[in-house]
């Protein structure tokens, strides 16, 4: 890794420290040994191509293999100093911190006005001002406000998928995470719904940590700070996204960005 | 070759519409036979109907000496015992359904799911057998004093207990019918798609939580459906119910006091009718029952329609 890199990773506080991490469904290791400072108000790409394991470690991110039977999780999650793997953290609070956007579209059927406010009722708000006012700064820090406020009441499948997945977005800002979490969040959309979601992640950093899974590089180059590729389990390498889009250290790597495989 | 595949698209043509005949002749077959079934009903109850008019539906008395029959007590004791039914097995059913879906280790779902289907198999005369040597003489003994002792205000838990009762009967048929609910239940719950579960425990909710405000919610059109097909069950069931409700044409506010149902009449009385009117007052209990389950299963339908109709526009 060339200084320059380090200098740069330097200057910026680590908001999450991932070390040896190795996650196993049953006796195969999906990731092994991955080690990643995720550092604070960036956005940290993940890429390599399919089931290299960058699925699987964002998931380690907030422990959503708790609920994968049969998986297992070795290393440490440093959060803010705590490891969340350690056995007094409640991952319910965790993931009131951690929040998470997936691959599809989900939002509940539910109307647009009670998915956001989801999260902020189970944590025990219930004040209907106070909820709509937090529901309108999420939705509009989503930049879906304009677009659904005359119809809070109507369902959330009747949005299109870009607008389902901004009203996920929102979803998990109402919660006021730390850091969020995306699992190649625009994969199902359209290019301009793909735009859309990438110039709101471009915003987002300002206020959060973020990491994306992404499977295209364009998506990386663009709107990442930092990168990290993965390859049959193994994080390769990682660094800032110019220096690994342009200065690959490992040979798979270059190979990867350039097209050869993936 | 043109004209070939030409003509062959015509035959498949005629093929798709007979083959659309058939199916349309398959579903009017039970339009034919509702109706079938109303008509031969009607026919049969006419002398009754003639002789008792609108009384025969809000009198108590039903004598087979003085040739006098109402049906008020037999519509009460099949709506009642089926609604006991129905909670019971409702709320049972539903959160049997919710573990064996989602909390069960897989080792104990699958032999649990084997045995609550096994349950649905069991022929109603046995649990009838089941219902009057082991469960009336426990209600008799333990269970009804007991309720008496803390709910005892309640007029429905007032009287003596003989044992064989509405209550005993609600009991008998809840276990009938738990499968049934809680084996529909499971299916739908487990068809709710892993992403609602994921994205609701991804915004900090518990399991429990996510279950009754994501998954639950998602499913309660199936869940209703569940309940709606086992209360059928519940209003037809004749000869379990005949063993162990009592069979006493009265209505008291006790549950623990005999009662009579539309269904077990005709299956006790039919033979020993001896007059006209009695054998016609006895197909009339039979159209009666059929209008209460039609009547019944609409008004669940409207009550299903209304609440999504609510819980979509509510905020």
Redesign the interface.
Known sequence: MSFLVQAAEREHQSKMDVGDLSVYYGRFAAVKDASLAIPANCVTALIGPSGCGKTTFIRALNRMHDFTPGARVEGRVILDGTNIYAPGVNPVLLRHKIGMVFQRPNPFPKSIFDNVAYGPRIHGAHDRASLEALVERSLRRAALWDEVKDRLDRSAMDLSGGQQQRLCIARVLAVQPEVILMDEPASALDPIATSRIEDLIASLKKEYTVVIVTHSMQQAARMSDFTAFFLLGELVESGTTAAIFTHPTDKRTEDYITGRFG | MAARRLGAQTGSKIVDRLFVAVLFAAAIVFLAIIAGLAIELTRGSLLSLKTFGFRFLWTSEWNPITNIFGALPLIYGTIISSLIAIVLAGVFGIFAAIFLADFAP?ALARPLSFIIELLAAVPSVVFGLWGLFVLAPAMRTVIDPALQKVFGFLPIFSGPSYGVGLLTAGVVLALMIVPTVTAFSRDVIATI?V????????????RW?TMM??VV??ARAGIFGAVILALGRALGETIATTMVIGNRPEIAVSLFAPSYTLASVIANEFTEATTDVYLSSLVELGLLLLIVSIIVNGAARMLMWSVFRG?????
């Open positions: 897989r798609p992403d609602q579960r994921e994205a609701s425990m991804s915004l900090g909710a518990t939580e405000k994501v919610p998602a819980a979509r526009s509510a905020r």
